[in-house]
């Protein structure tokens, strides 16, 4: 299959490519350079430097790609920036997946794999969260991903689309070759791991009141390589069967605290984390974790390394390996 993917030279796009190519697929990537990095795209693999924003221009890359299907990782992701500039995450995630929809219509590209976010669902009212919980998001981010969600079912209706859209709790861990490089870091992981470098001085624990069972806030993760896996089923599911299957959760169900995550760290590493403890953060919910039934029962996905060892053990060889990330 021929299969362009967007944002393959950020974090999860840069893994998607390269386990596609192991399959056997053929990749063409797009993306903008704003924040992945053209060394983290496959060497052999070609980059489209093309911005969603630019209609024309994403109407040309869709057609001299010629793709069976789609996965769109392109997006900015950043929950507190989306608030203090909206106009930027509605014009790169709404407009630019409208463009990139717009461009597949005209080119008869049928298969889409969309990268949602959990933070659709903004304050669940009941934990583990299931696909049919209501989607009420809190943030311009969450807002940006669900009014896709609903263009997707428009599409699929008028269009012969067929798509899934994946909502992701939280990714960690890496590849061999490909890991976590985003500036500015924000997730727990790496930036645990970038303190433990010295590149911060402290990793702060942001509220120890939560009624959790330590305190600290509760969080659901995924390996990346599990996650890309659900993916790749994804895509061969959307040749089977005739209806779109819609949004599906990507989480392990278990979650873990801060205090977990941290004790992970220090383990794997064998190394002690400075620690600030500070105040609960606005709009933090005290725990966000996945239902991921639907994607178990329906697209067989079993994810196999979503281990806190192997998610830190894998990100914190990759940064080992990788000190400055893509960065030269
Ligand atoms: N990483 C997570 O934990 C997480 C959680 C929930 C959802 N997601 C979603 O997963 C997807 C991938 O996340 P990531 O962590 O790999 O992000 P990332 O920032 O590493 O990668 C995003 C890529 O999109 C590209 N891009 C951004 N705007 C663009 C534009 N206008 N035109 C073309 N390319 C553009 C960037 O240059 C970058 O390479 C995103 O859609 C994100 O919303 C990620």
Excluded: C
């Amino acid at each position: 299959m021929r299969v362009l993917v967007t944002g393959g030279a950020g974090y999860i796009g840069s893994v998607a490519v390269e386990l596609l190519v192991a399959r056997g697929d053929t990749v063409v990537v797009l993306d903008n350079l704003w924040r992945g990095h053209a060394a983290a795209v496959l060497s052999g693999v070609a980059l489209l430097n093309v911005d969603l924003r630019d209609a024309p221009g994403t109407r040309e890359a869709v057609r001299s790609a010629r793709p069976d299907a789609v996965m769109h990782f392109a997006a900015a992701t950043i929950v507190p920036e989306s608030v203090t500039d909206p106009a930027a995450y509605f014009g790169i995630n709404t407009v630019g997946t409208h463009n990139l929809l717009v461009a597949m219509r005209d080119a008869a590209v049928k298969r889409f794999v969309f990268s949602s976010t959990a933070a659709v669902y903004g304050e669940p009212a009941s934990i583990p969260i299931r696909e049919d919980a209501a989607t009420q998001p809190i943030n311009p981010y969450g807002r940006s991903k669900l009014i896709v969600e609903q263009m997707l079912a428009w599409h699929a209706a008028a269009y012969g689309l067929t798509y899934v859209a994946f909502r992701y709790f939280n990714v960690a861990g890496a590849t061999v070759t490909h890991g976590e490089h985003h500036t500015p870091e924000t997730h727990v992981i790496p930036v645990a791991l970038l303190t433990l470098l010295g590149r911060r001085d402290r990793f702060r624990v942001f509220g120890t009141d939560y009624p959790t069972r330590d305190g600290t806030a509760i969080r659901d993760y995924v390996h990346v390589v599990d996650l890309v896996e659900a993916h790749l089923l994804a895509l061969d599911a959307l040749d089977r069967l005739d209806d779109s299957p819609g949004a599906f959760n990507l989480g392990s169900r278990d979650g873990f605290s801060v205090k977990e995550i941290v004790a992970g760290v220090e383990r794997v590493t064998g190394r002690t984390l400075p620690i600030e403890y500070a105040p609960r953060r606005a709009g933090d919910p005290p725990a966000l974790i996945a239902d991921s039934a639907r994607a178990r029962d329906v697209l067989s996905w079993t994810p196999k390394h979503s281990t806190l060892s192997e998610m830190i053990g894998s990100a914190w060889e990759w940064l080992q390996r990788h000190p400055n990330g893509y960065r030269h």
